[in-house]
């Protein structure tokens, strides 16, 4: 296998995530950003048990929507290996589904968002950066970010699903 795509989500915070810690990481964050500091010990910690909170479709319907547009795209690439990822709130992140698919052999990643409209900090901003850091961790592997969408086209999807109704 030398070819993957990876799908990448926004991410969706589980129902059950209790309120107090959500609150705690929501302040880390908010210092964090405003001091231009790294993550503290703290803050990292509650990330990570967020990402891999226990997840079903009733606590997380996100997620359960993102592995279903990801069940049906998978059959249409062929032999290419198939990840998905989140950008916040949920597990792997982009970083660790990249590592996965490289780990199987993938020497050219296609990264495609969920994300179809232009003035998004994940799909302007965030993915890139982080494309750019695999990029120089993994010079041997081809990255490609299939965005920004074709507006036109996105326009022609959204006008058909409304002549269903």
């Given at each position: 296998m030398t070819r993957a795509v990876i799908l990448v989500g926004h991410g969706g915070?589980?129902?059950n995530f209790p309120g107090q810690a959500l609150g705690r990481l929501r302040a880390l964050q908010a210092i964090r950003k405003k001091t231009h500091a790294e993550p503290t010990a703290e803050e990292v910690e509650l990330e990570a048990t967020l990402r891999h909170w226990p997840r079903t479709p009733a606590i997380d319907p996100y997620q359960a929507g993102l592995e279903a547009l990801?069940?049906?795209i998978k059959p249409k690439l062929g032999d290419a290996a198939f990840a998905i990822?989140?950008?916040e709130f949920c597990a792997p992140t982009l970083e660790e589904a990249a590592e996965e698919v490289i780990?199987?052999?993938a020497r050219e990643i296609i990264v495609i968002p969920?994300?179809?409209t232009p003035g998004g900090s994940?799909?302007?901003i965030e993915i890139p950066e982080t494309l750019e850091h695999l990029r120089k961790a993994h010079p041997g592997v081809t990255f490609r970010y299939?965005?920004?969408f074709d507006l036109d086209r996105v326009a022609a999807m959204?006008?058909?699903q409304l002549e269903r109704f």
């Open positions: 915070l589980p129902t990801a069940a049906r990822a989140y950008n780990g199987a052999g969920t994300m179809m994940h799909s302007e299939a965005w920004p959204l006008a058909e």
